[in-house]
Nanobody, 120 residues
Framework: QVQLVESGGGLVQAGGSLRLSCAAT????????EGWYRQAPGKQRELVAT???????NYADSVKGRFTISRDNAKNTVYLQMNSLKPEDTALYYC??????????????WGQGTQVTVSS
């Protein structure tokens, strides 16, 4: 059974940095695309950044130039490096994976969420 396990959230002052990690555990799978979404209190979940198996990236306009998504294929891990953090980046961050299960099909997986809080 595939699981996405996140780590790296926390409390940071405005202008600071954090790096989120998301490891896919299990067996018999390959990852077609991964990404990060976030949800602030009272708001809808929104896309932050995505990366395909070929390394193509996409970012929300609000994080372009500040956040960087990357992946380590050998470790089945995706990272989100967040720099120049702003209070409006405060949210619960979710890892997302579009994962191909061998002999079964492609499915969407979500992590449990990790809290990022940016103080002003």
């Amino acid at each position: 059974q595939v699981q996405l396990v996140e780590s790296g959230g926390g409390l940071v002052q405005a202008g600071g940095s954090l790096r989120l990690s998301c490891a896919a555990t299990g067996s018999g799978f390959s990852i077609n695309a991964e990404g990060w979404y976030r949800q602030a209190p009272g708001k809808q979940r929104e896309l932050v950044a995505t990366i395909t198996s070929g390394g193509r990236t996409n970012y929300a306009d609000s994080v372009k130039g500040r956040f960087t998504i990357s992946r380590d294929n050998a470790k089945n891990t995706v990272y989100l490096q967040m720099n120049s953090l702003k209070p409006e980046d405060t949210a619960l961050y979710y890892c997302y994976g579009k994962i191909l299960i061998t002999y079964t099909g492609e499915y969407d997986y979500w992590g449990q969420g990790t809290q990022v809080t940016v103080s002003s």
